[in-house]
Nanobody, 116 residues
Framework: QAQLVESGGGLVQPGGSLRLSCAAS????????MGWYRQAPGKQRELVAY????????NYADSVKGRFTISRDNAKNTVYLQMNSLKPEDTAVYYC?????????WGQGTQVIVSS
């Protein structure tokens, strides 16, 4: 059973940066588009960004365009989310999954808190 494990979250001040990582086990990783998703308290989970299987195409939610960058290293079975100029409204649990997501691959996520 393939697994996705997120890491890199934490507490950061507004305007700060964090880099999230998602490590995938199994041999399926490089064949799938991958996405980062987030769920803020009291809100539905939403797509933040996704990247094609080869890394050549990316797409972002309007709320993070110009601030977040998704990338992947298929040799390391890892997808990243570089988050800059963080805002309090970016506070959420961040998850990775394939794109479109499948229930099987939801992990524990990593908490990001943006607060002064």
């Amino acid at each position: 059973q393939a697994q996705l494990v997120e890491s890199g979250g934490g507490l950061v001040q507004p305007g700060g940066s964090l880099r999230l990582s998602c490590a995938a086990s199994g041999r399926f990783f490089s064949t799938y588009a991958m996405g980062w998703y987030r769920q803020a308290p009291g809100k539905q989970r939403e797509l933040v960004a996704y990247i094609g299987s080869g890394g050549g195409s990316t797409n972002y939610a309007d709320s993070v365009k110009g601030r977040f960058t998704i990338s992947r290293d298929n040799a390391k079975n890892t997808v990243y989310l570089q988050m800059n100029s963080l805002k309090p409204e970016d506070t959420a649990v961040y998850y990775c999954n394939i794109y479109p997501p499948e229930y099987t691959y939801w992990g524990q996520g990593t908490q990001v808190i943006v607060s002064s």
